[in-house]
């Protein structure tokens, strides 16, 4: 291997009317935070992994972060030569082919639209458990929580709608709030395990959490799997590429640090909750299957106390629980509109989708799509199963993630392979550690289908039984999942017979590849965008 590796020629995008120069690093990277809503993702997860793996959550954590990190490496290698807003869609079309490219866009798609209904259903719930109205606040499928659910998700388009740069200065404001309030906890709480204040069933950090041989196979994998959801979403920097600073390093380089941002983050709160809390099945314990959807909300309450500056924190808690969620909210509705915007400019979905706003520069039909679509799917799962539906799309969303994080890991070691031995950096970061990401992801997103399928596992909080024979009993996380594919399969029939430009590589003809001379095949746009 050569000391030194090509320069890499960098591809212009088609012109698409956002605002360029909008961003910086600083607000690049709270938007990639932001997106994963790390009080939101806590507060519905944690309680669920520690079912699983007990006190090793915090090895979990960790473990889950790997397949993560080696992603992020590979949309920044990625990025650096080709930023376009459609990330996943346009590099894997470009490498794989058309087909690739679609079915990368709609993976991207599906799990952000299933994820709206889950984020509007806890902000409504939060909102009322801010003001002490508890009765509302404890009943998810509540016509109230559906109402102030739809409010918000209407409010956050419109955010989303009225410009990028309003977009990420709201986001500074919420992620700061989130950020301050988990350390408050996570100190206050540390701190009253040490003085021996923590309540009957606390524990002592041990470094036997950390020991990644201490239960099987199956329940580890079952929370990696879990835990890769509160992992998702910092490719949201990524996705403002063409908006930002500096566009082939600066998204790159923040979508790496949200990564390393949230597990510092995670590591911390989830060692304070569980040595505060406990692992026990009853009481504040963190696997008591009464509050498994929401740790955070009981833990506030214990940690700082109910009354005088200690109620006031509590609810500080739930409001960062509140702003997370509402911070997630708008931040899914910005890469999906830009995924959206960018298979329009390309001709892979209806142009109407490519309209610009002429003042704000935004997508205006892809957020306006985007947030109706949300809108619509959240009242319908309300009304199924008593909302219980809402849970079992979240889980299936681990299927898309898988698919679309794992796509853009195998893209970028097939578009650098003729330079993968000119250098080491280009041999692990351009080569093995985004196909070994792609490869961890992959498997989890079968891990999901598989356990999805078979009820006996417990994973989906709804099941159905097929009226005809064989009679099988299918889980509500396979259900989801097999609907939005099929969807996506009718909409990738329907449209390939109806525009054919795109899947003939009309429209996006390049083939993102870089030579031995570091120089892109194919760079000419061609009539992408006309």
């Given at each position: ?12 995008p ?34 669920l ?36 807003c459609?990330?996943?869609f ?109 309540p ?17 196979f199956?329940?580890f ?52 909750a ?15 299957p ?31 629980v ?88 195998f ?31 992959w ?5 999901t ?82």
């Amino acid at each position: 291997m050569s000391a030194v590796a090509p320069t890499v020629a960098v591809r212009t995008p088609p012109e698409k009317g956002l605002k360029t120069g909008a961003l910086g690093l600083a607000s690049s990277v709270v938007i990639g935070v932001a997106s994963t809503a790390p009080a939101y993702s806590l507060a519905a997860t944690l309680g669920l992994v520690v079912s699983f793996v007990g006190i090793h959550t915090p090895i979990v954590v960790i473990l889950a972060f790997v397949p993560i990190l080696f992603t992020s490496i590979g949309y920044a290698e990625l990025n650096r030569v080709d930023p376009d807003c459609g990330t996943t869609f346009t590099w894997a079309g470009r490498a794989f082919g058309p087909s690739a490219g679609w079915w990368g866009g709609w993976a991207i798609i599906a799990a952000d639209v299933l994820v709206m209904a889950s984020l509007a259903q806890v902000a409504g719930q939060y909102l009322f458990l801010l003001f002490n109205a508890d009765g509302i606040g404890s009943d998810p499928a509540s016509a109230w929580v559906l109402l102030v659910g739809i409010l918000w998700i209407i409010l956050m388009s419109y955010i989303c709608y009225r410009g990028i740069e309003i977009s990420a200065n709201i986001q500074k404001a919420l992620l700061a709030i989130e950020v301050v309030v988990l350390l408050v906890f996570s100190i206050v709480a540390l701190v009253k395990v040490g003085a021996g204040t923590a309540p009957v069933g606390s524990l002592g950090v041990s470094w036997s959490w950390f020991n990644p041989f201490g239960g099987d196979f199956a329940s580890f994998f079952n929370g990696i799997t879990l835990m890769l959801f509160i992992y998702w979403g910092w490719d949201s920097a990524v996705a403002v590429n063409e908006e930002t600073e500096n566009p082939t390093e600066t998204p790159g380089r923040a979508a790496i640090l949200s990564t390393v941002l949230l597990l510092v983050t995670y590591i911390l709160v989830t060692m304070a909750a569980q040595s505060f809390a406990g692992v026990g099945d009853s009481g504040i314990g963190l696997a008591n299957p009464d509050h498994s959807g929401d740790v955070l909300s009981i833990l506030g309450k214990a940690v700082f106390g109910g009354s005088g500056f200690g109620s006031v924190l509590s609810h500080l808690l739930i409001l960062m629980v509140l702003t997370s969620a509402a911070a997630c909210t708008q931040t899914t509705i910005l890469p999906t509109a830009r995924t959206t915007l960018s298979m329009a400019v390309h001709k892979a979905i209806p142009a109407s989708f490519a309209r610009m706003h002429p003042k704000y520069l935004t997508p205006t039909v892809s957020t306006v799509v985007m947030g109706g679509i949300s809108v619509v799917l959240y009242v319908a799962m309300n009304y199924m199963s008593s909302g219980q539906v809402i849970s079992d799309a979240v889980t299936a969303i681990g299927l898309f993630i898988a698919i679309y994080y794992g796509l853009t890991g195998f893209t970028c070691t097939w578009a650098f392979r003729r330079t993968l031995l000119h250098s080491m950096r280009s041999f692990w970061l351009r080569g093995v550690l985004p196909t070994l990401g792609g490869l961890i992801l992959w498997f989890a997103g079968a891990w999901t289908v598989w356990s999805g399928w078979d009820v006996a596992t417990d994973d989906s909080y709804t099941t159905w039984l097929m009226p005809f024979a064989p009679h099988w009993r299918i889980g509500g996380v396979f259900l989801v999942a097999f609907a939005s594919v099929l969807v996506g399969l009718v909409a990738f029939v329907v449209w390939r017979i109806v525009k054919p430009s795109y899947f003939t590589g009309e429209t996006l003809r390049q083939d993102l590849a870089v030579t031995e001379t570091g120089e892109i095949v194919h760079i000419d746009p061609g009539p992408a965008g006309a």
